[in-house]
């Protein structure tokens, strides 16, 4: 908004200028042109009108140059602004990046290790129901040995009545 309003500032100042020498000019010459005088006395008021016009375009000019500097001046503050702003937005956004990546970095190392824990617990889960499951089957050969003893006695006891 700021850059804007200085832009309309500069032109309307450059068109007052304008409009300025270009009014001095016409009145100078329109005055010098009705004025009753004599040839010497109008040369004369020409040739002063044309210093004080020569002063006047000198003066405009010292107000263009001083206004020039002043807008000069005021673009390069306004950029040394702008990249300081954007070095600090910058800088910031590189921390938020650090600090997000520290994190998901820590949460995937955390998760690795769960994951590491629930492998192991399941793999000793595993081997304790590997054992059980054998241990069960030792059972019912046992078992069933036994089992073929009783028959085999009590087909003998059969056998033998």
């Known amino acids: 908004m700021t850059n804007n309003s200085n832009k309309n500032d500069n032109i309307n100042a450059k068109d007052f200028l304008i409009g300025s020498l270009v009014g001095t000019l016409v009145g100078a010459s329109l005055a010098l042109l009705f004025a009753p005088k004599s ?4 040369r004369q008021d020409i040739n002063k009108g044309a210093h004080e016009l020569k002063d006047k375009a000198h003066e405009l000019k010292n107000v263009a140059y001083e206004k020039t500097d002043e807008l000069k001046s005021y673009a390069k503050e306004q950029t040394a602004h702008l990249q300081e702003v954007v070095s600090e937005k910058t800088q910031g956004l590189q921390d938020k990046y650090q600090e997000a990546k520290k994190i998901v970095k820590n949460k995937a190392e955390d998760l690795q290790e769960k994951l590491e824990f629930k492998k192991a617990e399941a793999k000793d889960k595993v081997e304790d129901a590997k054992d059980k499951v054998s241990d069960k089957a030792e059972a019912v ?14 087909i003998e006891d059969v056998k033998e009545k």
């Open 39 to 42: 040839g010497k006395e109008l």
């Open 141 to 154: 050969v046992e078992a069933s040995e036994k089992v073929k003893e009783a028959v085999e006695e009590a």
